[in-house]
């Protein structure tokens, strides 16, 4: 019995190290996929935060949960499954959906920077809205669901580019590192975004408290920074959209040995690091995303007209056809 025991032992001994080897590649996988995520990431912190512009701010935080759950669900309910058969039956679809995801990017990316130099659809949008904002709860239901839906799309970018990082592990491995990454990444973007939105009502209280006077111009100073950071991360937002829309598109071309554009970015970067020896890597990091956000630029601008003049009709002649009023 004493031998049995002992035997049933060394069999839970090594049941454990492999379940925790199994845990510490899950965990590496995840540590890999979300650091691949990030420019992504850092697009979807940066555009959320323009969905509570103009609410009361006893509203800011309970609109930002609300668009937190539907991101959440976004990926667990719909995009991981999706994304697990994909990885399943059609592999090969994987790289062209990056890519047209990608694209997407590109194509935001673009509109941000046409609309800022040339504002005209924004006017235009504000005046097809104008009547939805005399119903508070209307515009708030409204404003909320549009934010899902952009959120869905950055989620499928998010979610496709995990599973991109993990295409030879095992099924359980792939729906772990999927949904540990997508539920850590939403509570990290919407927690940032929550600290965002308040941060100007905490500077307020803080101004107009009774404490020390550093802790008073702390307040001051968060009240008047806000909207320069808001601005800020705008920018950078759209930045990240560029880098990382080319970046997916350049190594999409590879996949389909379209390697010239991706090779000739290297050779710059890498000839950027070495003209300066103390900041190489630095250097030819910035080079890269700088030729992937040209790379994005370009593909951007030149899907602008596209969008305006072939999609956007089409979708909007199709769109009676399949959502007829109730």
């Known amino acids: 019995m004493s031998t049995g025991l002992i035997a049933l032992l060394d069999d839970v001994a090594a049941l454990a190290k492999v379940a925790a080897a199994s845990l510490d590649d899950v965990a590496a996988q995840a540590g890999r996929a979300g650091v691949k995520a990030a420019g992504v990431v850092i697009d979807d912190a940066a555009v959320t935060p323009r969905y509570v512009v103009g609410f009361a701010a006893s509203r800011e935080l309970p609109i930002v949960w609300r668009i937190a759950l539907g991101s959440l669900r976004n990926k667990l309910v719909f995009l991981l499954p999706a994304a697990l058969a994909l990885s399943l039956f059609a592999p090969w679809a994987i790289t062209p959906l990056l890519m047209l995801g990608g694209a997407f990017l590109c194509y935001e990316g673009a509109e941000k920077i046409y609309e800022a130099l040339w504002p005209h659809a924004a006017h235009a949008h504000e005046a097809k809205t104008g009547a939805a904002r005399q119903d508070p709860a209307a515009f708030e239901r409204a404003r909320i669901a549009s934010a899902i839906q952009t ?60 404490g020390p006077a550093p802790i008073r111009a702390l307040g001051r100073g968060l009240v008047v920074g806000m909207p320069v950071l808001l601005r800020l991360l705008g920018l950078v937002g759209t930045a990240a959209m560029l880098w990382v829309g080319g970046g997916i598109l350049l190594h999409g071309l590879e996949e389909y040995g379209i390697t010239a554009p991706g090779h000739l970015l290297h050779e710059a970067a890498a000839a950027a690091g070495r003209a300066v020896p103390a900041l190489d890597l630095a250097v030819a990091w910035l080079v890269g995303a700088l030729g992937s956000a040209a790379m994005g630029l370009v593909v951007g601008a030149a899907l602008i007209p596209a969008v305006e003049h072939l999609i956007a009709p089409l979708a909007r002649r199709l769109r009676p056809a399949t959502m007829q009023p109730a």
């Open 151 to 210: 959120d869905f799309i950055l989620s499928a970018e998010i979610m496709a580019l995990i599973l991109s990082t993990v295409p030879d592990a095992s099924f359980w491995t792939q729906a772990a590192v999927l949904a540990l990454v997508g539920t850590g990444i939403t509570i990290g973007v919407y927690g940032v975004v929550a600290l965002l939105v308040k941060a100007d009502d905490a500077g307020v209280a803080l101004a107009a408290g009774g």
